[in-house]
């Protein structure tokens, strides 16, 4: 599963998050990352293939860390909502399942 959502550019929202919070505003992440997205699939490459050198040439914003806030890993275990995949979230629901298949 870790290598099948590697594919589909599910941590570009992630992305859109990091460069958020280096200051961009959200719409102007937004349209970069379009942009990097864009750049990958030209490429044939994922967001984690890509260099810093080429992230850079979007945004002098991205540095090393950007490598961490888009590992699929990460990006799992930030969504801790119920229903969501962090581990957490999931252990939560299947104890609420639980909870109500006891007898």
């Known amino acids: 599963m870790a290598l099948a959502a590697r594919g589909g550019f599910t941590n570009a929202t992630d992305l859109a998050d990091y460069l958020v919070q280096k200051g961009i505003p959200f719409r ?12 990958c699939l030209k490429l044939n490459k994922t967001l ?11 945004s002098p914003f991205i540095n090393e860390d950007v490598y961490a806030a888009i590992n699929i ?5 930030a969504r801790q909502i119920l229903g969501g995949p962090a581990p957490a979230s999931v252990l939560e629901v ?9 007898p």
């Open 73 to 77: 890993q990460h990006c799992v275990a």
């Open 28 to 39: 102007e992440a937004h349209q970069l990352v379009s942009k990097i997205v864009y750049d």
């Open 94 to 102: 299947i104890r609420q399942a639980k909870e109500k298949l006891d």
């Open 48 to 58: 984690e293939d890509l260099s810093l050198k080429e992230y850079k040439k979007h």
